[in-house]
């Protein structure tokens, strides 16, 4: 059986700050016990497998690295209808994503939580490396308060 909540971690830990997603679903699932409804997943870039891991939910969270035009290492709150992509996609892999892509299918799957929320981090770089930006390094705990804040507590 599903747990009502997800929180997916989306992103490529081999390129520094686009791991941030990832990252922060490591850190919840150390304290896992603390979200009993909750099941935390690094789909790290594992595509339109979003699909499957949000059907049958009440609430997914996905966090994930965005070019938003702010400072590196700011957390922005989303709704999926209250925002835009504007990734350009080679269309050359199936790990190749785009996440409003993915709800909006969901959507017409009639496979869509309730309720969506997507966190975007502001990188400082994306370059080859698995280590985060000191900047978004100093900002972990403050993503952990803003997520945990989404989340249904024991």
């Known amino acids: 059986m599903k747990k009502d909540t997800v929180v997916l971690g989306l992103g490529n830990r081999l ?9 922060i679903v490591e850190r919840f699932l150390a304290e896992g016990e603390k979200y009993p409804s909750v099941e935390f997943i690094d789909l790290g870039t594992r595509g339109v497998s979003i699909l499957h891991y949000i059907g049958s939910r009440r609430k997914a969270i996905m966090v994930d690295c965005a070019y938003m035009g702010t400072q590196p290492g700011t957390i922005k709150r989303f709704r999926p209808d209250k925002v835009k992509s504007v990734k350009k996609l080679a269309y050359q892999s199936l790990h190749e994503i785009d996440a409003l892509k993915i709800i909006e299918l969901a959507r017409k799957l009639n496979l869509a939580p309730q309720q969506i929320v997507i966190y975007g981090i502001e990188p400082e770089r994306v370059k080859p490396g698995q280590q985060l930006s000191e900047t978004l390094t100093k900002k972990m705990d403050d993503y952990i308060t803003a997520l945990s804040q989404e989340l249904p507590h024991s």
């Not at 390129?15 to 990252?23: K, P, T």
């Open 15 to 23: 390129m520094s700050d686009e791991g941030i997603g990832s990252l």
